[in-house]
């Protein structure tokens, strides 16, 4: 029995794999994407509405951690199965409540629930698929969390307008439910148990694939620069509506609706990060240094001519946030399957992508408090410092990488 699958059975597998993140997205940042009305019509707080963002964040970090560690151990399609029964309670949950009173908790636990869904995802296709289908899977696989981005704030303003917001999380509740029954009978069907993962072989434990003092440095600074990707990626989207209601005096429907642009241009920059890293930059830190460095630009600018036009605001935000979306892809998609000889990638995946949501937490509620303080012109500078410091901190290792990756 061949290690992999054949192309044309692993080409479903992605899409299979797309379709459960594309689901995976739209129950939970439809939360981010309803803030706007969430808080103008009274159901909670600004404070409240940025707590519980920040909360889901902790809650999606942590549990990646744990995520990836049941996925090196436990058959991952169920642990997936799990985290979207659980995310269609929460999301329903959310619609019966009379105000924002149990947010927090709520939200917090369907934080956790998301978790199960991207480390078993990673580890069911790098076990399964040879590693150029492996790259391309992953960017179609990320096109998933693009189209969900896009579906929600798409969908929202219409059930905003003629239901409410909670229609937006029973839709979502609905769509996680059908989801996670669709997936486990699929996936059990055709990629059950059909391969062995090549990293749990016991009998294999060579002295050279052991973590050493020097990796594990390696891996905490490549965890800081996702750190930076996701205080970027997830605390500008989350707060980019807000933005453009507050500075250009848009209603709170057609600012959710300007979040489209986002997601187009991330499936933009995965298609550009693809590129780059197959044909142009095949060291992953020195790929994702160059679109740390479009992120800072774009915010500058954003700073300086920005608040002139909402047409040049939404490009700006697109170019700084597609920016971050090509560094995740690189950091959290390519950066894992390296670890397949120390039988950890699951892990790894997990760690690194908890990364993103420590920083995506920190900023979602440092944005507002930061914003509230100095405004929106000293935000947009901030974002440049840290576009830059993540920019600096991937160069700065990047033969180290190229060294580890040697190996």
């Not at 978790?115 to 995802?121: H, T």
């Not at 405004?375 to 935000?379: D, E, H, I, K």
């Given at each position: 029995?061949?290690?992999?699958?054949?192309?044309?059975?692993?080409?479903a597998?992605a899409l299979l794999?797309?379709?459960v993140?594309?689901?995976?997205?739209?129950?939970?940042?439809?939360?981010?994407?309803?803030?706007?009305?969430?808080?103008q019509?009274?159901?909670?707080?600004?404070?409240?509405?940025?707590?519980t963002?920040?909360?889901?964040s902790?809650?999606?970090?942590?549990?990646q951690?744990i995520?990836?560690?049941l996925?090196?151990r436990?058959?991952p399609?169920?642990?997936?199965?799990?985290?979207?029964m659980?995310?269609?309670?929460?999301?329903?949950?959310?619609?019966?409540m009379?105000?924002g009173?149990l947010?927090?908790?709520?939200?917090?636990?369907?934080?956790f629930?998301q978790?199960?869904?991207?480390?078993?995802?990673i580890?069911?296709?790098?076990?399964n698929l040879?590693?150029?289908q492996?790259?391309?899977a992953c960017?179609?696989?990320?096109?998933g969390?693009?189209?969900g981005?896009?579906?929600?704030?798409?969908?929202?303003?219409l059930?905003?307008?003629?239901?409410?917001?909670?229609?937006?999380f029973?839709?979502s509740g609905?769509?996680?439910?059908?989801?996670?029954?669709?997936?486990v009978i699929?996936?059990?069907k055709?990629?059950?148990?059909?391969?062995?993962?090549?990293?749990?072989?016991?009998?294999?434990?060579?002295?050279?694939?052991?973590?050493?003092?020097?990796?594990?440095?390696?891996?905490?600074?490549?965890?800081?620069?996702?750190?930076?990707?996701?205080?970027?990626?997830?605390?500008?989207?989350?707060?980019?509506?807000?933005?453009?209601?507050?500075i250009?005096?848009l209603?709170?429907?057609?600012?959710?609706?300007?979040?489209v642009?986002?997601p187009?241009?991330?499936?933009i920059?995965?298609?550009?990060?693809?590129?780059?890293?197959?044909?142009?930059?095949?060291?992953?830190?020195?790929c994702?240094?160059?679109?740390?460095?479009?992120?800072?630009?774009?915010?500058?600018?954003l700073?300086?001519?920005?608040?002139?036009?909402?047409l040049?605001?939404?490009?700006?935000?697109?170019?700084?946030?597609?920016s971050?979306?090509?560094?995740?892809l690189?950091l959290?998609c390519?950066?894992p399957?390296?670890?397949?000889r120390?039988?950890r990638v699951?892990?790894?995946?997990?760690?690194?992508?908890?990364?993103?949501?420590?920083g995506s937490?920190?900023s979602?509620?440092?944005?507002?408090?930061?914003?509230?303080?100095f405004?929106?012109?000293?935000?947009s500078?901030?974002w440049?410092?840290?576009?830059?410091?993540?920019?600096?901190?991937?160069?700065?290792?990047s033969?180290?990488?190229?060294?580890?990756t040697a190996?």
């Open positions: 029995m061949s290690e992999f699958l054949d192309k044309k059975k692993g080409a597998l794999c797309a379709a993140y594309f689901v995976s997205y739209v129950s939970r940042i439809n939360m981010s994407a309803v803030l706007v009305e969430i808080i019509s009274g159901f909670a707080k600004r404070s409240v509405a940025a707590l963002l920040t909360a889901c902790i809650t999606y970090g942590v549990g951690i995520s990836g560690y996925g090196d436990f058959k399609q169920y642990i997936i199965f799990t985290g979207f659980v995310t269609s309670l929460m999301n329903i949950l959310v619609s019966l009379p105000n009173t947010l927090v908790p709520i939200w917090a636990v369907n934080g629930a978790a199960m869904m991207w480390p078993p995802l580890t069911i296709l790098a076990q040879e590693p150029d492996y790259q391309k960017v179609h696989v990320s096109w969390s693009s189209f981005t896009i579906a929600v704030y798409l969908l929202a303003p059930l905003i307008k003629y239901a409410s917001f909670k229609a937006v029973i839709v609905i769509m996680a439910l059908l989801m996670g029954i669709f997936w699929i996936f059990g055709n990629f059950s148990g059909e391969r062995k993962s090549p990293e749990v072989t016991k009998t294999e434990t060579p002295s050279q694939d052991r973590f050493t003092a020097s990796t594990a440095v390696l891996l905490i600074f490549i965890m800081f620069a996702i750190v930076l990707q996701g205080a970027l990626r997830d605390g500008v989207t989350n707060w980019m509506p807000s933005y453009v209601s507050e250009f005096s209603g709170s429907s057609a600012s959710i609706l300007t979040g642009i986002l187009v241009f991330s499936i920059s995965f298609q550009a990060a693809q590129f780059i890293y197959e044909k142009i930059i095949k060291n992953e830190l020195t994702a240094c160059s679109f740390f460095l479009i992120g800072c630009i774009s915010a500058v600018l700073n300086i001519t920005g608040s002139k036009s909402v040049i605001s939404l490009l700006m935000f697109a170019l700084l946030v597609g971050m979306h090509g560094v995740n690189i959290i390519m950066v399957p390296h670890f397949k120390f039988g699951s892990l790894v995946s997990g760690v690194i992508n908890s990364c993103t949501y420590v937490a920190i979602t509620y440092g944005i507002a408090v930061f914003t509230d303080a405004g929106w012109s000293a935000t500078l901030f440049a410092f840290i576009a830059i410091a993540g920019a600096l901190t991937c160069i700065a290792f033969k180290k990488w190229d060294r580890f190996k």
